[in-house]
């Protein structure tokens, strides 16, 4: 395979994959098996979960959770992909370059 200049441009010009983390107010009834809790409307002492924090890993704990509040903040991540010419990316190696 023959490589010229422009071949390697192209090739450096492409975007990267990025995992973007997200935490959003949900209503208990959209909360689906595989979800992370990060925080509840209501205080973790007034819960009879041990941890701050946690994936809905049954759906009994969906349900313990769905029955403790009506509210919930959950973590969600999905792929992103940057451009180089991104000022995400830009900003980022200013802030590692420091």
Not at 69 to 80: H, P, R
Request: glycine residues 2%; positive net charge; hydrophobic residues 35%.
């Amino acid at each position: 395979m023959k490589l010229n200049r422009h071949s390697v441009l192209r090739h450096a010009d492409t975007a990267s994959t990025r995992i973007v983390k997200e935490s959003r107010w949900i209503h208990h009834n959209q909360l689906e098996l595989g979800m992370y809790v990060n925080e509840l409307d209501r205080p973790w002492t007034e819960t009879s979960f041990m941890f701050q924090g946690f994936r809905i890993d049954s759906y009994d704990v969906l349900r313990q959770v769905q029955e403790s509040c009506e509210y919930v903040n959950v973590q969600t991540e999905k792929l992103a992909k940057v451009s180089p010419a991104s000022s995400l990316r830009n900003l980022s190696a200013v802030r590692n370059h420091r």
